[in-house]
């Protein structure tokens, strides 16, 4: 069909970015590819153990180049949109043509000149600062639409640390840009810091921006805080933008660089989650998790319902970052299946440090690595709740909600010497079903209404034991959504607006969904044995904290 439109859904992951290609008119997922990270695949600029994560904006251009280029040209020719989401907060600093830093010669190798993922808890300390100011300056409180606490993963804390540890990023540093602001204005030759079209999703729930204090906080506030923020506001932006406008165009030279067409929309960008959950197919009274090397759990609701009400202990209620003209809820966990990456790790570690010494071969090694989850999971999902004595608290990359806390660091207790790897791994998935349970809890009590629980992502894909634990720890059905790429759907679905294909979102979820593949019923007799383990996560959690943040 010759007037056949595509839109491209792009989606700026942890490890890798994906691309997929979908027909506007119709949703069909036409195709699709991912690039890993090849610097973040090595290790390089990132130190685990003390929390840093920093990812060189190299690794973002080349795959999305490896991604677009790759596609058929056929296919190209008829893409009239692009939507762009990134992980976040992932500011990352620029100079005054908008370059980020690490771009510059000088700055190739600095991991401070680089974008900060999302998961960096270097920032901890600037983080309470701020928390700490917002309640006591005698101003207005700047985390009151935050959820009323702020996180070392956001904005302003994560550009402070940096600030304050580098003195040559610190001179060199015009301004700093959010990863989902900076790729649409790359795309569209957007080079001023001060006129890139800032993503309201990013804006609002990550650097406390807000019209009732007209944008970002005051200049006063900023330079109290640490004088070192002296003159960046200004530097910054005003005006926020939702995802269903037009950053711009794609220039001339992206467009030959990617073989697409020159003029083809470019939407506002905006954070993964928020454009998962309406690839998800999000509405109201509806919780989206995205379920992957993290969570985040979603929604939506009209501002006439909320009101004046302030919905504490998450990450924030921004207007028009999930669903333009709703107001947004943000909150989730900050690991859930990472833990069970560090678990399998832990189990893999006499591979890593005997195996060679043995004469272990490198090809069995990899396919022994390669199971340890999948046979984990088998077994665990054969023991009986009642039947094990373990106990774990998940926050083993700190807490995101409720209550952002990043000091607080992980449990597992009621050991014995009885106590074997699938009890130990059946106690984690519990204890991440917990944390989303505390989260759905703190919605609940905020006033929000949930009736239905929809999941995507890597863990809703790939393991129904952990989909089903979740379904008896919430005691609630839970749908996953059939795309396996419903991050970069919601992207594709904001591009189809974005480029006129249609009115506005809700319209393009109606036309471009994909449905629902599976539902995963709560089992009875599981639920109320989980009801009364949830009581004891919570008293435990409570005992412990203290005890934990000082670990």
Known sequence: MPNTKYVIGVDFGSDSVRVLVVNAETGEELESRTAHYKRWAEGLYSKPAFNQFR????????????????????????????????????????DRTGTPLSLLPEFRENPNAMFILWKDHTAVQEAFEINELSKTWGGVDYTKYEGGVYSSEWFWAKILHVLRMDEAVCRRAYSWVELCDWIPALLTGTANPKTIKRS????????????????????????????????????????????????????KEWAERLGLEEGTAVAVGALDAHMGAVGGGIGENALVKIMGTSTCDMMVAPSKVI??????????????????????????????????AWFKNVLSWPLESIGEDEGLDSEVKSRIEGRILE????????????????LALDWLNGRRTPWADQELKGAVIGLTLGIDAPRIFRALVEATAFGSKATVEQFKDQGLVVQEVIAQGGIADKNPFVM??????????????????????????????????????????????????????????????????????LTVGHKLSPILRKL
Not at 220 to 225: A, E, G, M
């Open 307 to 340: 009101g004046d009400n302030l919905v504490q202990g998450i990450c924030g209620q921004v207007d028009g970052s999930i669903i333009p003209g709703m107001i947004g809820f943000e909150a989730g966990q900050s690991a859930f299946g990472d833990v069970f």
């Open 375 to 390: 046979k984990l999971t088998e077994e665990a999902a054969e023991l009986d709740p009642n039947e094990t004595t373990v």
């Open 200 to 251: 309201r999703c990013a804006a609002g729930h990550k650097a406390m921006w807000h019209p009732e204090w007209g944008g970002l906080p005051s200049e006063t506030f900023l330079v109290q805080l640490d004088p070192l923020l002296s003159g960046l506001r200004e530097r910054l932006y005003e005006a926020t933008y939702t995802s269903d406008k037009k950053t711009g165009e794609l220039t």
């Open 55 to 94: 990812q060189h904006p190299l690794d973002y251009l080349e795959g999305l180049v490896e991604c677009i280029t790759s596609l058929s040209p056929e296919i190209r020719k008829k893409v009239v949109g692009i939507g762009i989401d990134t992980t976040g907060s992932t500011p990352g600093p620029v």
């Open 468 to 537: 089903q634990v979740t379904a008896d720890v919430l005691n609630m059905p839970i749908k996953t959504v059939h795309s396996n790429q419903a991050v970069a759907l919601g992207a594709a679905m904001f591009a189809a607006v974005a480029s006129g294909v249609y009115a506005n979102i809700h319209e393009a979820q109606d036309e471009m969904n994909s449905g629902y593949k599976r539902v995963y019923t709560p089992n009875p007799v599981n639920a109320a044995r989980y009801e009364e383990l949830y009581k004891k996560y």
